[in-house]
């Protein structure tokens, strides 16, 4: 199972095993990250906003226009901001890093 890194704002890493085609969002919940994820997964709200650690941005991908445009009114926008709710587990991000904002 691929490994994803979660970054709380307070710098402490949490490691977490991840099952393959679900989301980043659905993960984080189930393992107690500090992510909402309120609309479960339908683009309408900000609460499941990461920081992809930018070595990992390429392998993640760009925001679909969607997202880019709920990721607008999130708070700490970051160029690599994304909505963790559309990123889908694979294998190839095993070891992805990424920050949980601060709401
Ligand atoms: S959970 Fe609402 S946009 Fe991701």
Do not use: Y
Not at 17 to 25: I, P, Q, R, T
Not at 42 to 60: A, G, K, M, Q, Y
């Amino acid at each position: 199972m691929p490994k994803l890194i979660f970054i709380g704002s307070n710098g402490n890493e949490k490691i977490v095993e991840a099952e393959n085609g679900l989301s980043v969002m659905e993960v984080a919940r189930d393992n107690d990250i500090d992510i909402e994820g309120t609309c479960g997964g339908s683009i309408s709200c900000c609460t499941c906003h990461v920081i992809i650690d930018p070595d990992w941005f390429d392998v993640v991908g760009e925001p679909n226009p969607d997202e880019e445009d709920m990721l607008d009114l999130a708070m700490g926008l970051k160029p690599t901001s994304r909505l963790s709710c559309q990123i889908e587990i694979t294998n190839e991000l095993d070891g992805l890093r990424m920050t949980v904002p601060e709401e």
